[in-house]
């Protein structure tokens, strides 16, 4: 008696009419899904989807570039030279060890974490431009969170 297969789940099937995205991570799936995106025949669930992928596919490469570009920065860069400079005077320190490229799954440029230090997402990072801003934008927030650690005064 030959066996019958399980039919695959209907919504699978219906997803790439229902959002326009067809997942996959071979070159033809990822030229349609742009192409799908680029005719407006993907709607906003499926070009979230899509990004969502391509951040994970591209994320050591991100966070290289990211790496890069901040250590460039932390070097060479007169606003973040400035800032750092600034919070030294404070008693703080920022560096490459508490400045930290991370993948990250909201739509937001990075941020300052008391914990670890400044956050940047290297998956939304549009060019080094944008990094500098997000570093100088984290660094501003340092002084503060040191004066809530250590009794400065004003």
Not at 44 to 55: L, N, Q, V
Not at 70 to 88: A, G, T
Request: proline share 5%; hydrophobic share 35%.
């Amino acid at each position: 008696m030959a066996s019958i297969e399980p039919l695959e789940p209907l919504e699978s099937k219906r997803a790439p009419l229902i959002t326009g995205y067809t997942p996959g991570d071979d070159t033809w799936t990822r030229w349609r899904n742009l192409a799908s995106i680029l005719t407006g025949q993907m709607n906003d669930a499926g070009i979230e989807a899509y990004r969502e992928e391509a951040s994970k596919r591209n994320e050591a490469a991100d966070i290289a570039r990211c790496e890069k570009q901040r250590d460039y920065l932390l070097q060479y860069s007169p606003v973040v030279l400035f800032m750092r400079e600034k919070i030294n005077q404070l008693g703080g320190d920022i560096h490459k060890g508490n400045v930290r490229c991370r993948r990250c799954d909201t739509k937001q440029a990075g941020g300052f974490d008391p914990n670890f230090g400044i956050r940047i997402c290297a998956n939304q990072m549009r060019n080094q431009g944008h990094l500098e801003d997000t570093l100088a934008h984290g660094t501003w927030a340092v002084p503060t969170a040191l004066r809530s650690f250590v009794a400065l005064p004003d």
